[in-house]
Every structure is written in C-alpha cells, then in structure tokens.
C-alpha cells in the first residue's frame, strides 16, 4: 500500500515531464493513486475541486500578495458561444482540458494556450428547452488517459485525452424525459459518476456509476422512491424503498418527485464513500407533490453512499419536505476541523436554504449549523433533532410568503473554496428575495416548466424608479466564514448576485470573478482586494491554478449565464453577452486583451395592435411559460435575445414560425406548439409588444427598428 503510493508520487512528475514532449494531446494516465495524492502534486488541477477533498485550494505560493499586482494575461482563448460558462478545467500533463455551454470539450497546451483539439458532441438544439439554467457544462474529468464529460441531451462520453476521438458513449438516462447533464462526472475507484438535472419540468433524480474502461453500468442510485403502484427499481437503492416512501403521500410519481443529484459528487477515501447532493422536489410545490406531507427523502439532503457498492449509508436532510426549490446538491468540501479540542473528519456545505453545515462525515451528524444571509423562512435549526424550525405561513399555505433566500439560492452551484492556512472557507453568497405562492390552478403539461408555483406574483414593474428599487433589494457577496466559530470574517459586498465561483492558495490570496466581469485577488486574511483585471463579460465559474516549468497560472473561463440571468433582466446596463473566453494569467503576463461591447439594438416600435385581453392572457403565459429563460417581464440580462428589441415581434407570421412551427429549434427555442395554440401565440406577441412600447418610452426612441444581432447558439 505504502509503496504504492510512493510510486505514484513519483511517478506523476515524470509522466508531467512526459506530457510536455508530446505534440498532440497528452497522454493523461491518471489512475487511482494520482487522484487520492492530487494535494501531493499542486504543479496540476487533476480532478474537480482540485483534489477528492474539493477544496478547491492550491498550495502554489509563486503568486502571492506581495506580487499579485503584477499578474497579467498569459494566454486566452475565445470560444463559438456566448452562453453561460461554468466549467472548471482539469490539468494534467502539461495539457488544460475544459468544456463551454452545449457539452463542448477543448484541450489546450497549458503554458502556450494552443488548441490541441475539440470535441462537440453535437447536442440538439432543443435540448435547450429541458435545461432550467442555461446550456451550462461544468467540467470533465481525466483518468486513465481519457476524458469524461456528460452531455445537456444525457450522455456519459468517453474522449481519447491524446487524439480528442470519442472512445464510448452511453445515455445516461430516459432522453423521452426532459433530463439535462450540466455538473462535472467524478472518479471512483476506475468509474465514473454522474448524475443529472430536471426537476423543475418533471424527472425522478438518480446517480449512477459506469465502468470508466467501457461505459457499462455498475450502479444506480435513486434518491426518491418508485411511486406507490411501481416495482422496485431492480438498484442498489431497493433496500431504501420502503422507508422513501413512508415519507411520501399521493402519487408523487406523476412529476417524477426529483430529487436530482446535477452538481456535487464527492469521494471521502477515509470513509470509503460518496456524498452526494440531492436536490429540490419536482414539483417544487409539495402541496402539488406530496399532498404538503412528510419529508420527502432523500430531497434536500447530502446522501452517503459506500464507493463501492452505492449502498445507503447515511444522509442528512437541511430540508425536509422541501417546497422551496431548497437544494442541497451545492458544493462539498472535507475538512479535518478541530472542534472543541477534537480532531473531526466533517464535510461543510452551503446549500441553498441558507444554512452553513457542518457535519461529522463518520456518521452524517449534524456538528453545527448557521445562517450566512438572512432567512425569512427558518429561525434556525434545532440541534436536537436537526431540523430547521419553519416561520409562519413559510409554506405560502395562507396566501403568499416573501421568502428569502428563494429558489436562486444564498449560495448556488459557484463553488466555495476552503484554506487550511487560513481555517476560512470562502463562499460567494447572494440575497435574492421570491414571493412564493401556491398556483391553485396547477395542471401539469408533460415535458415543460412545472413548478407549480404562481410565478405572476413575481411580476416585475414597468416603472424605471420601482423597477431600481428591486433591483437594489438583490446583493451578493464573497463571505469568508469560520466553519468552526460558525461565524464571519470579512466580506466583499457586491451590488447584485450570481457571482462567480472561488480559489483559495497558498499564496495568501483568494480569486473571484464577478457578474460585472471584474476578476480580482483578495487577501485571504483580509479581504483587501490586491488586484483586479477587467474580463469584458460576466465570470461565474471557479479558477483554478497549476505551474507549468517554473511558472505558475491562474486560469478562469469567463462569460455570463445560468440560472439568474436567464430568469432575470435585473442586472447593470444588460446588452448582448459576447462569446465566452478562457483566461489564463501569470506575473508579467501582458496579452493584449480587448472584449468588444455589443451594444442594445433600440426597442422595437410597435405597428402591430392588441386588444387589453391579448395583452393580459399573453402575460399570463409568458410570465408562466417563457420568463424563466427569456426574463421576467422579458427583460433579458443579454444571455438570451432581448425580445422587446426583435423585430420579429411586428410580424405575425414570423413570431409564430418561431413559437408554434420551432424556427429557431437549433438554438433552443423549441416548437410550443404541444402547449400554446397560434392564438396563444399571438397573446404572447402582444405582450412583449406592450412591453417593448414601454422600454421605447423610457427610452425616448422615436425610430424604426434597427437589425438585430444574428440570432447565436
Ligand atoms: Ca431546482
């Protein structure tokens, strides 16, 4: 055993050597003793959070407070889409590997910045639709010299790490159902482990294990039970049936339940087991879902799987009976903490509910539990059965509640980061408020948006002064938190949310993107900002660092999307969001650097009319249906087209080849026509009418409508 690791610690250096020679790809034989030394090798970044840990923590200290002032461009890539960009690049071997919206996979020289090559897997176009947060990919994973990466259309492909050529590829899931795969796969053991999304338009959320050699499956695990009538699922979740469903009521099954496992998956090689995190219910409702009755396992809760088996072992449930759209799927870390003198193995997540966990990872304890943003729907847990205690009305049972934090999360899938030099974790929160309330006249269409929530009470105002005034009420911030005091640091206060994900180093330093596309370095201690360079498009994922030679890198991709600019115009001086961009930095770096601004076509001038009635049934479907990817209130961030500035909204035929015939399927923008007639259609159009007559008011537009920007995938 011992000499076995020895081996790997030595060999990994040679095999770095190795990749540098080559001309094409490199040869990428990560194995299991790379994977569990990876805190040994800093010179790579070889799994998703940097190592089994996810901690997201480099120990390279070349770039460090004292000359991080002189960190500048070393190399950057541009890619063919500009939405949103999550990912997390994996190096091994001299060679960055990494993957952009639509599940495109590139390799890169580390040092240089030279394509070595790209695989697109060639999702369709309407696979857009299922996807509740944009067409996001947040990584792949590398080992024994191939390259993982899951598929928005439900596929787990292997890659050739060295030529870029598909070596297999399975579906991952029922692709008559609207399943996404956003979140990175991660490696056990020699398999890989994916999970899935969907459990705002109706899925049963599993994770799975497949050969990593061939791509057969070794196990399944579901995390909400079969429905009454159903047979047992022939899984290693079979033994967990009986009580799943003991906390369940009605027929849950006709939404699938959800509880997707779409972003952390975390091997814990001291306990020989995965954590998994379980996401929201589907419907979101549980009045809708589970007759507003009983826990709902395993929703909302961090699951402990054996990592060989995918036996239960334990789990920890932040919200029972979830009605929120609480996930708990948001990043894990494993800490050794001292805590009251005693030396404990614990796991600390930030889920979206709001609450700072830690948990003792031997047995699924809960050790602590605090809020990080303010809560209007809990005033805290209670130790001693470890549940959260709810407010009046939290469960919008007698009218509305103004829930905060609400369905984008305190903290959502950015990832924190944890120094052990500092004991902080950092964490990039947010305060984004939701009225929830119970949509009496919920049915159900098969395959869309179904939440059963009334969304209209979410309406966003016309009037530019309310309409600042919301805007004012959403913040975000990067918190560094002291897991073991469960208390705050310091912060960095931002003006709006959906932020970008963290690194932490050796160096004393702290890296963050922002929505405004500001990258910047922070004094871990401090929170001084040190250094700041100006990315030209919004950053949400996470950096990373490796050392190529003598020279350590800083790489981030950079472009704005996801969840909240989608569902959200409220953001600064929206206008089209350029392409999405790979930025690697090291001291003295000095590429010239320059993002040209696309700006706002003027809003349309409307020439078509619309009755009252038109106006309001074409509101009440588009806050229902289309504001969740095209803006409340059709107001776009930028991520996707802002239709109160088409001019295809003035013509009848064209608006309805779009909505009703699907001219646009390629992007996206799928056929409505199982769910909206052409009348409805034309309701729709006389909505985004009225409100692009009201932006041309407020923007004092007396002229005709300008060409807008071809419509891009
Ligand atoms: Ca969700």
């Known amino acids: 055993m011992r000499i076995a690791v020895v081996l790997g610690v030595i060999a990994a250096p040679l095999l770095a050597l190795a990749g540098c020679s080559l001309s094409g790809g490199s040869s990428a034989v990560v194995d299991d003793n790379r994977l569990l030394q990876a805190a040994s090798h800093p010179d790579e970044w070889v799994t998703h959070g940097g190592t089994y840990a996810e901690q997201r923590f480099s120990q390279l200290d070349q770039i460090n407070a004292q000359n991080v002032g002189q960190l500048g461009l070393a190399w950057s890539a541009e890619f063919d889409t500009n939405r949103g960009q999550e990912a997390t690049p994996i190096v091994v071997d001299g060679v960055l590997y990494t993957t952009t919206a639509w599940s495109k996979v590139y390799a890169f020289d580390a040092a240089t910045g030279r394509q070595l090559w790209r695989f697109d897997p060639e999702v369709p176009g309407g696979r857009g639709f299922s996807a509740c947060c944009d067409v996001v990919n947040r990584g792949v994973a590398v080992y024994g010299g191939k390259v993982f990466v899951g598929t928005l259309d439900g596929r787990l492909i292997a890659i050739d790490a060295k030529t870029g050529q598909q070596v297999w590829s399975t579906v991952t899931v029922d692709q008559s159902k609207p399943y996404t795969i956003t979140g990175a796969p991660r490696i056990v053991k020699g398999r890989v482990l994916i999970g899935n999304g969907g459990a705002e338009y109706g899925v049963r959320g599993y994770v799975s294990a497949y050969d990593a050699n061939n791509g057969s499956l070794v196990w399944r695990f579901y995390t909400v039970p079969p429905g009454p009538n159903q047979p047992a699922d022939n899984a290693v979740s079979d033994p967990e049936i009986a009580r799943m469903r003991a906390t369940w009521a009605g027929d849950w099954s006709r939404f699938g339940g959800g509880g997707t496992v779409w972003d952390a998956i975390v091997y814990d090689p001291d306990f020989n087991q995965i954590l998994i995190g379980v996401g929201n219910g589907s419907p979101w409702n549980q009045r809708i879902r589970s007759e507003g009755r ?369 001219a646009l399927q390629d992007n996206g923008m799928i056929s409505f026509a199982r769910y909206f007639s052409a009348q409805d259609a034309e309701a729709i159009r006389g909505y985004i009418a009225s409100r692009a007559a009201s932006l041309a008011r407020q923007e004092g537009a007396g002229g005709g409508a300008a060409a807008a920007p071809p419509a891009r995938r």
């Open 294 to 662: 009983g826990d709902n396992l395993f929703l909302s809760s961090v699951v402990a799987l054996d990592a060989d088996t995918g036996r239960y072992r334990w789990h920890y449930q932040g919200t029972p009976g979830e009605t929120w759209d609480f996930t708990q799927t948001q990043p894990i870390i494993l800490a050794d903490l001292n805590i009251e003198r005693q030396p404990r193995k614990v796991m600390m997540q930030a889920p979206k509910n709001g609450f700072f966990y830690v948990i003792d990872r031997s047995n699924g304890h809960l050790i602590s539990a605090r809020n990080f943003v303010p809560q209007t729907w809990t005033t805290g847990v209670d130790m001693a059965t470890g549940r959260p205690i709810e407010t009046p009305n939290a469960r919008y049972t007698d009218g509305s509640f103004l829930a905060m934090p609400s369905a984008l999360g305190a903290h959502n899938w950015h990832p924190m980061a944890f120094s052990p030099d500092t004991g902080l974790v950092y964490l990039p929160a947010q305060e984004v408020p939701f009225a929830y309330s119970n949509d009496a006249a919920f049915a159900g269409r098969e395959g869309g948006w179904n939440v059963g929530i009334d969304f209209l009470s979410n309406a966003v105002p016309d009037d530019p002064s309310t309409l600042r005034a919301v805007r004012a009420m959403l913040k975000g911030q990067l918190i560094a938190w002291d897991p073991i005091r469960q208390r705050e640091v310091w912060r960095v206060q931002y003006d709006g949310p959906w932020n970008g994900g963290v690194l932490a180093t050796h160096g004393g330093l702290v890296f963050q993107g922002n929505a405004h596309g500001g990258f910047q370095a922070f004094d871990a201690r401090t929170g001084a900002k040190l250094w700041s360079f100006d990315a030209g498009t919004g950053i949400i994922a996470p950096p990373i660092s490796y050392r190529i030679g003598d020279t350590q890198y800083i790489a981030v991709m950079a472009g704005y999307g996801g969840a909240f600019p989608l569902s959200s115009g409220l953001v600064d001086n929206p206008r089209p969001m350029p392409n999405g961009r790979l930025l690697v930095f090291k001291l003295g770096g000095n590429t010239p650097y320059r993002v040209e601004q696309i700006e706002n076509p003027p809003a349309v001038r409307v020439t078509s009319s619309f009755t009252a009635a038109q106006v309001e049934r074409g509101r009440q479907l588009f806050e229902t249906n289309c504001g969740v990817c095209h803006g409340a209130g059709a107001m776009s961030s930028g991520v996707l087209p802002d239709l109160r500035r088409r001019p295809s909204i003035n013509d009848a035929a064209t608006f309805k080849s779009i909505v009703i015939d699907g």
